[in-house]
């Protein structure tokens, strides 16, 4: 796949030219860490990113050291936190979509891919038949989640998009697969309605979750922060329907009560969290 004749300028929809410059506003964009960043600083504000150094991606590991050993100490520290609770309901999760993801085939996006963690379930499908397409607002968790990943180049790419306004063309996955995302970017009804356009015609969209309740302490942190339409399942159902999604089918998969963890806005400690899949297609 040639993954450049899917991009899109986000600034006028426009096709871009070989040096990655819109062809119609010129705007110009760039190839770096093996990231394409076709992300637009007009349109794109206000976004949360990684605090990730150059240094850190362009450190070298050893071939007899692992990957695991260069993580940074404040992930080590995030995960250690996670309650055994939440740790059972999250293998719960990954034991559903796992089995989901091997019936995947053609050409699969992945939304807000972050750290990587669908990207190692996509990958560890045992019979692989499809190419995956890493997207993320942030163009530098991409850069590191490629460097600690290795992906072949040929099957896995790596595009810093925002998923408000995608910088690609209508009708080309077969699937989207997303995690979290829709807790993460603001104006979900946005995000439902590219998710819709990236879709070919009876393309699926899987996205896997984490909800909360309508009358939680979480729900007006997320209302404040203007999350709360991608944190409620039913929101996120109606968002999909209005987009023009079909079939649309939620599976709770687990429940659990999330414990303190600094590193996280949401969900609030002591508030019940539901994991969750919906599909739908298009």
Same mark, same amino acid.
């Given at each position: ?5 899917? !991009?899109?300028?986000? #600034?006028?929809? =426009?096709?871009? /030219? ?8 010129? /705007? ?21 990113? &990684? ?11 050893? #071939?007899?050291? /692992? ?6 100490? &404040? ?42 963690? =669908?990207?190692?379930? @996509? ?5 692989? =038949? ?23 180049? *040929?099957?896995?790419? +790596? ?7 995608? *910088?690609?063309? $209508? ?10 995302? !829709? ?12 998710? +819709?356009? @990236? @879709? ?7 996205? #896997? ?6 009358? *939680?302490? *979480?729900? #007006? ?12 399942? $039913? ?11 079909k079939n649309i089918e939620s599976t709770v998969v687990a429940k659990a009560v999330w414990a303190e963890n600094p590193y996280d ?18």
């Amino acid at each position: 796949m040639n993954i450049e004749n899917l !991009f899109i300028c986000p #600034e006028c929809k =426009n096709e871009l /030219s070989e040096t990655l410059k819109c062809v119609n506003c010129g /705007s110009e964009y760039n190839l770096k860490y093996g990231v394409y960043n076709i992300i637009s600083q007009k349109i794109s504000q206000n976004q949360n990113s &990684w605090n990730i150094s150059d240094e850190e991606i362009e450190r070298v590991i050893p #071939e007899n050291q /692992s990957n695991n050993a260069e993580e940074p100490e &404040w992930v080590r520290d995030y995960f250690s936190r996670i309650s055994d609770e939440t740790r059972q309901g999250q293998q719960k999760l990954n034991d559903f979509m796992f089995q989901l993801y091997g019936t995947l085939s053609g050409t699969v996006c992945d939304l807000a891919t972050g750290m990587g963690g =669908n990207l190692d379930r @996509l990958l560890s499908v045992k019979t692989k =038949n499809f190419d995956i397409v890493c997207t993320d607002v942030d163009p530098k968790i991409l850069a590191m989640t490629r460097k600690n990943k290795k992906t072949d180049d *040929s099957k896995v790419f +790596y595009i810093a998009t925002d998923g408000r306004c995608m *910088s690609l063309k $209508d009708n080309i996955f077969d699937y989207i697969t997303s995690v979290a995302a !829709f807790g993460n970017i603001p104006e979900s009804d946005k995000v439902a309605k590219e998710l +819709y356009r @990236l @879709l070919k015609p009876n393309g699926k969209l899987i996205i #896997e979750g984490i909800y909360i309740e309508l009358d *939680s302490k *979480s729900y #007006e942190v997320a209302k404040n922060l203007q999350l709360e339409k991608g944190l409620v399942e $039913d929101f996120i159902t109606m968002e999909l329907r209005n987009a023009g999604f079909k079939n649309i089918e939620s599976t709770v998969v687990a429940k659990a009560v999330w414990a303190e963890n600094p590193y996280d806005r949401l969900p609030v400690a002591g508030d019940t969290q539901y994991f969750s899949v919906i599909q739908a297609t298009k």
